[in-house]
């Protein structure tokens, strides 16, 4: 059972673009939703995280946007760069010491 | 990787054997887990620990069991590997925030091949 639903699989943006990776819910018991980077080779890292009382968060060129409502959030890079290529992995958690779900990824390549 | 060391980092076996994994950290998190990723499925748990000698099942434990004897270690094994085990194996840590979520660290991986 997917519990967190991510698209898409994959993305290819042009250099200075913005990409755009989304992800749906169905938990309303989820309250922690980070964004996790990761280069081939190397294990995930946490890129950005936000919790629903906020509709969004900036970190430099990395944005969550979050729809409580809609059971939606999403990570916009703005200006993408080649460095950004990776795999992008969204997740969620309830409150407390549940450990996170992970959607299935998207790819991204940013072509110059 | 924040004090995470996965081993080995690459092995191939055969089906049927028995293969331990083991994930040794210098952060003394509390809490540790095992994932694997594999292509269209992302990264899904397999068991996690939240402290020494307890531990609990994550989403894709049948076939795998797991032992913390320590803080710092934290060993995976496949009692009898079969083909469908195949995979790229992570260890994660946490514990520096109230909630085990607040950040996960991960190993570099383990990518094992059962043939």
């Known amino acids: 059972q997917q519990q967190v639903k991510q698209s898409p699989q994959s993305l290819i943006v042009q250099k200075g673009g913005i990409s755009i990776i989304n992800c749906a819910y169905e938990?309303?018991?989820?309250?922690?939703f980070p964004w996790y980077q990761q280069f081939p080779g190397k294990g995930p890292a946490l890129l950005i995280a936000?919790?629903?009382?906020?509709s969004e968060k900036k970190e430099g060129r990395f944005t969550i946007s979050f729809n409580k409502s809609a059971k939606q959030f999403s990570l916009h890079i703005m200006d993408s760069q080649p460095g950004d290529s990776a795999t992008y992995f969204c997740a969620a958690s309830p409150t407390g010491n549940t450990p996170l779900v992970f959607g299935k990824g998207t790819r991204l390549s940013v072509i110059a | 990787d924040a004090g995470i060391t996965q081993s080995p980092r690459h092995k191939v076996t055969e089906t049927g054997t028995p293969v331990t994994l083991r994930c040794h950290q210098t952060e003394n998190h509390r809490y540790m887990y095992w994932y694997r990723q594999d292509p269209g499925h992302g990264l899904r748990l397999i068991h996690y620990?939240?402290?020494?000698?307890?531990?609990d099942k994550g989403e894709v434990s049948d076939g795998y069991s797991v032992s913390r004897s320590k803080t710092e270690d934290f060993l995976l094994t496949l009692e009898s590997a079969t083909s469908s085990q195949t995979s790229v194996y992570f260890c994660?840590?946490?514990?520096?925030?109230?909630?085990?979520?607040?950040?996960?660290?991960f190993g570099s991986g383990t990518q094992l091949s059962v043939l």
């Open positions: 936000i919790r629903p009382d906020v």
């Open positions: 938990n309303t018991a989820f309250d922690y």
């Open positions: 620990s939240y402290g020494v000698k307890d531990t």
């Open positions: 994660a840590i946490s514990g520096t925030g109230a909630a085990t979520n607040e950040k996960l660290f």
